[in-house]
């Protein structure tokens, strides 16, 4: 079964940028939709960014102008790229294979200063 590893994550300052990484275990992007969600403390999950085989993204209200989601096939690596970072942004973010349903552990974003 395909793997999915994040990293990229860490403490920001407000107004800040980080590049979070999702690495496959296999070449899926051709096949399978590609999400990115968070989990910020006492709050359900919420899925932040989508990419699909054909390259269509879209992205929840909260984040869009802000984060960029994007792919590397040859790399087998999605990139969430979050400027703009808001103490709102602090969250755990996963991503997660759909239709596979495989997630990643996570990593952790936070926001402050």
């Known amino acids: 079964q395909v793997q999915v590893v994040e990293s990229g994550g860490g403490l920001v300052q407000p107004g800040g940028s980080l590049r979070l990484s999702c690495t496959a275990s296999?070449?899926?992007?051709?096949?399978?939709?590609m999400d990115w969600y968070r989990q910020a403390p006492a709050k359900q999950r919420e899925r932040v960014a989508v990419?699909?085989?054909?390259?269509?993204?879209h992205y929840a209200d909260p984040v869009k102008g802000r984060f960029t989601i994007s792919r590397d096939s040859a790399e087998k690596t999605v990139y969430l790229q979050m400027n703009s970072l808001k103490p709102e942004d602090t969250a755990v973010y996963y991503c997660?294979?759909?239709?596979?349903?495989?997630w990643g552990q996570g990593t952790l974003v936070t926001v402050s200063s």
């Open positions: 296999e070449s899926i992007f051709s096949i399978y939709v």
């Open positions: 990419l699909t085989p054909a390259n269509f993204t």
């Open positions: 997660h294979v759909r239709g596979a349903e495989v």
